[in-house]
């Protein structure tokens, strides 16, 4: 059974910056695609960014390009978000998920494993 456990949230103030970190046990982790999401109050829970496997390969949200970052540890099974130029519509829990195989995805449904969430609050 896999279990992730994210970490690195908290308040921030607009243009700051935050970095996220997910850790992974139990399973195959240097194996799979993760990914990140993240539910404000009162919406639906939606995609953030995805990494492969290796590494090679990442996509994001249109919404945050350019301003966030996924990368991994595969030696420590951990999986990195960094988010600068933070916005108060950044403001969510942020959620790790992992995926059974290598290749990457927008689609939360693809994803098998969940972590508890991260609280990101952005004042503006």
């Known amino acids: 059974q896999v279990q992730l456990v994210e970490s690195g949230g908290g308040s921030v103030q607009a243009g700051g910056s935050l970095r996220l970190a997910c850790a992974a046990s139990?399973?195959?982790?240097?194996?799979?695609?993760m990914g990140w999401f993240r539910q404000a109050p009162l919406q639906e829970r939606e995609f953030v960014a995805t990494?492969?496997?290796?590494?090679?390969?990442?996509d994001y949200a249109d919404s945050v390009k350019g301003r966030f970052t996924i990368s991994r540890d595969n030696a420590k099974d951990t999986v990195y978000l960094q988010m600068n130029s933070l916005k108060p519509e950044d403001t969510a829990v942020y959620y790790c998920?992992?995926?059974?195989?290598?290749?990457?995805?927008?689609?939360?449904?693809?994803?098998?494993?969940w972590g508890q969430g991260t609280q990101v609050t952005v004042s503006s």
């Open positions: 990494i492969s496997r290796s590494g090679s390969t990442t």
């Open positions: 139990g399973g195959t982790f240097r194996s799979v695609a």
């Open positions: 998920a992992a995926r059974r195989i290598a290749w990457t995805s927008a689609d939360e449904q693809t994803y098998v494993y």
